[in-house]
């Protein structure tokens, strides 16, 4: 389809074709799949953009063939180049090179629930005074 020239904001509909990638996208089927598979398992709570943001990340490691450890390494570069203006961000790259992608997420994880759990342990005592 043309783009219309006149239009402001070029919609994603009517852009040019973009070039084939290395690994197909996921498809709509596919997608919804994985929303519907998160439902079934966990329940309408669960699905949320990140839990399905993660599961086609999980399912297209498993269709690549690849592990999570050889993706990381293969997009380090891309990272690395992004960060070089940014300082702070470079460091923290720097740190984490090399770093299996599962243990980061564990720690992760674990940081941000034990935040949950400190504002919880915070409230739960202002009610109790």
């Known amino acids: 389809m043309p783009v219309d020239k006149k239009q402001p904001i070029p919609s994603a509909w ?3 074709q973009r070039r084939k990638r290395e690994q197909p996208a996921l498809s709509p ?6 929303a519907v598979r998160l439902l079934d ?5 669960a699905l949320s953009m990140r839990n399905l943001g993660e599961a086609a ?7 690549s063939g690849k592990d999570e450890q050889d993706w990381m390494e293969h997009l380090w570069p891309a990272a690395e180049e992004a960060a070089q203006d940014h ?8 740190s984490l090179r090399g770093k299996d992608p599962r ?11 034990q935040r949950v759990l400190d504002g919880l342990a ?8």
Not at 29 to 34: F, L, P
Not at 41 to 45: L, S, V
Not at 57 to 63: D, G, I, P, S, Y
């Open 14 to 16: 009517t852009r040019s």
């Open 29 to 34: 089927e596919q997608i919804v799949s994985a």
């Open 41 to 45: 398992e966990e329940g309408i709570d």
């Open 57 to 63: 990340w999980l399912t297209m490691l498993a269709r």
């Open 87 to 94: 300082p702070q961000l470079r460091e923290q790259y720097a």
């Open 103 to 113: 243990e980061m997420r564990d720690d992760k994880f674990a940081y941000g629930l």
């Open 122 to 129: 915070g409230r739960i005592v202002r009610i109790s005074e």
